[in-house]
């Protein structure tokens, strides 16, 4: 069964070969799907695809045809208006198709062919395959985004101001979607402070005075509805303002900002008036932030692209309401041989068959082959018209311009950018493998020991590959069978525990005769860094032998300075030039294992420090000393902070957190 067909059926999907996708969103699938060109003669013991039998067969009917290589992987999905006329333009020569698509047309093993009732269903499920395989030579949208809404639950009587990643068919209204989640967030946090909405999650009005009223209304942040304090016609008033505020009518928030400002201030309540003054610059910044853009005021999405051999930048600016909300650059890959009209089409059914979010107007660089289709797709997508565009004069053919010039900008600068990156990171492996005469040095492992005194001895485990950290193959190891400051025995433990572990999921996966990887200690390194010099590597060279494993081993020399000085590699202390990248690549990973090893020591000290304090105050068992360990940093954080603050943690109620600000306060005790 192949990848289409398991889909098709898990998904509910009728079709004669099995080879269909989800489309996806609101649309509904094919009410038909064919697929065909499958038939194969044998030879032997080998199928061979007859490719001018199937072409033969080819019907003049809409649909999607995907071609496939000799070990059946999928090089390209297109639609075609006509699957006959279309497919059969491939193996025809001489037609100008450009490098690219020729070089495809001679992998092509075999193809297949989806029919289906119209070419608008035919554009949704190519975009469908097109995001399930990733094809080699389509052009492809490698940002995979998903962008923040203010969603206003007005479902719920008493309605609250959320962020979201989604916008869904419920009563709630969405703002957006927004290019920032901080921004976002910020809004959030400054509708609550101005409209004194409620932030739980309680049932409203089924749980009203069943609770206690949260901290945010004695901050006086909250109306508390939960307590009844507010009715909900008050209560929806305010939500109204917030909606008004949200809609970018912010001119009667800020003069009953400024208006109440004043009149605590004529009244000495100076504290109100300073609260009201920092929320007044609050949302006269946010105001400020929203830039006219059009005085038609509809949401618009700018489009336009820069292209270079290699890689295209489309960048889009977002007009919603009439205003400038934000701008993102998207990267699309395969673009050899395209035309900039092409790559923005695909950019186009790409983008738009994943945001929820469908604008009236879409402005375009250039004009497109299948804009009037496009068109219709989005319109249904929206649930209303929507247009493609491309200005010729005034204002709006220089916002494209304008798009188009960041896009070339966005493209030059991450050239750069990236060139100085691969310096760092891959140039500098080769660097050091280099100078060591190794053949390379693509996945390095570096260790460290860290205790005071023989306390808590602990080892760290960082992983580099390509020149980059990856921490998710970081490891920890709480040293099980050393006592005392003994760096050696504890490096030999963690070393032999690394590599024992490694060993044993090799061995599960030739059990279960598995391709992927088991785990992130299946993995051995090109070349093992030791934090330090002759004593730790040969201590690594030891557990090694012992193994039956052969790495290189490097120790990372230091000075009295404790400055990294050169590399000790097969008795020899090899000096580098301070100024290289090599040398910089390995002062930043010593440096890392230095810092995890020591980060996870100091938290192992932080949690015994504070599980010996907070054993001492009544009413703090171990399900609330984990709930302060868990919020806190320390236990100076602890002594340091409000009963408001203590309070805030569900497990601590207000009474509980009074005796742990008065036991700080009363013993002041040291850890």
């Known amino acids: 069964m192949s990848v289409e067909e398991a889909s098709a059926r898990r998904k509910g999907w009728k079709c004669k070969a099995g080879q269909a996708v989800s489309m996806g969103g609101s649309e509904r699938p094919p009410r038909r799907l064919e697929v065909q060109g499958k038939s194969r003669q044998k030879r032997g013991d080998e199928e061979m695809f007859q490719v001018e039998e199937e072409l033969k067969k080819l019907p003049n009917k809409p649909g999607v045809y995907i071609m496939r290589d000799a070990q059946d992987g999928i090089l390209y999905v297109g639609k075609a208006v006509n699957l006959h006329n279309r497919v059969r333009s491939y193996f025809r020569e001489n037609i100008g198709r450009g490098p690219a698509i020729d070089k495809m047309v001679q992998l092509i093993a075999r193809f297949e062919y989806i029919v289906t009732d119209s070419e608008l269903e035919a554009l949704v499920l190519e975009n469908n395959l097109i995001k399930e395989h990733s094809p080699k030579y389509n052009t492809l949208l490698k940002d995979d985004k998903t962008y923040p809404y203010i969603k206003v639950t007005l479902g719920e009587e008493y309605p609250r101001i959320l962020f979201s990643r989604q916008m869904k068919k419920d009563k709630s209204k969405y703002f957006g979607p927004y290019t920032s989640a901080a921004a976002v967030k910020d809004t959030i946090e400054l509708l609550n402070k101005l409209y004194q909405l409620r932030t739980c999650s309680r049932m409203l009005p089924r749980d009203i005075g ?27 008033k305010q939500v109204a303002g917030a909606l008004e505020f949200l809609n970018g009518n912010y001119s009667l928030i800020l003069k009953d900002l400024e208006d109440q400002m004043h009149q605590a201030a004529e009244e000495l309540r100076f504290e109100d008036a300073a609260k009201y003054r920092d929320l007044y610059n609050s949302v006269k910044q946010v105001a400020q932030k929203q ?222 005769e598995l391709d992927r990887e088991y785990g992130s200690f299946t993995r051995f390194p090109d070349l093992l860094l030791m934090d330090g010099g002759k004593g730790q590597v040969n201590i690594a060279l030891t557990v090694l032998s012992e193994l039956g494993i052969q790495i290189p081993v490097c120790g990372m020399v230091k000075d009295d300075n404790h400055r990294t000085r050169g590399l000790y590699y097969q008795n020899v202390e090899l000096p580098i030039d301070p100024h290289s990248e090599g040398f910089k690549l390995i002062t930043r990973i010593q440096d890392e294992a230095h810092r995890f090893a020591i980060e996870y020591h100091r938290s192992l000290r932080s949690k015994a420090q504070v599980q010996s304090s907070l054993d001492q105050i009544p009413g703090v068992g171990p399900a609330r000393r984990k709930a302060l360990m868990r919020s806190f940093r320390s236990i100076e954080d602890i002594r340091n902070a409000s009963v408001e603050e203590l309070a805030q943690i569900p497990e601590i109620p207000l009474p509980i957190a009074g005796q742990i600000y008065q036991f700080f306060r009363q013993n002041n005790p040291s850890g």
């Open 291 to 512: 830039k006219i853009t059009d005085s038609d005021g509809e949401d618009k999405d700018v489009i336009a692209l820069y292209q270079d051999e290699e890689e295209a930048v489309v960048q889009v600016f977002f007009v919603r309401d009439g205003k400038l909300i934000g701008r993102e650059h998207y990267y699309m890959t395969h673009v050899s041989g395209k035309s900039k009209p092409q790559i923005l089409e695909d950019f186009i059914k790409q983008f738009y068959a994943g945001t929820p979010f469908i604008p009236k107007e879409l402005m375009l660089q250039y004009e497109i082959e299948d804009a009037g289709l496009i068109e219709q797709w989005l319109s249904a997508r929206r649930g209303a018209r929507a247009y493609l565009r491309v200005p010729k004069i005034g204002y709006k053919e220089k916002l494209v311009e304008l798009a188009a010039q960041n896009a070339k900008l966005v493209l030059g600068q991450d050239r750069e950018r990236l060139a100085r990156e691969e310096g760092r990171t891959i140039g500098a492996v080769k660097e050091i493998a280099s100078l060591l005469g190794i053949p390379k040095a693509d996945r390095m492992e570096a260790f460290d020991i860290s205790n005071i005194s023989g306390f808590a001895n602990v080892g760290s485990m960082v992983v580099y590959e390509k020149g980059k950290p990856k921490r998710s193959d970081y490891r920890k190891f709480k040293i099980r069978t050393v006592s005392g400051p003994d760096d050696y025995a504890c490096m030999k433990e963690v070393l032999t525990r690394r590599f024992i572990h490694g060993l044993e999921e090799g061995q599960k996966l030739e059990e279960k």
């Open 210 to 236: 069943l609770d206690r009223p949260c901290l945010n209304y004695h901050i006086k942040q909250c109306a508390a509805p939960c307590q009844g304090y507010i009715s909900k016609e008050e209560y929806r």
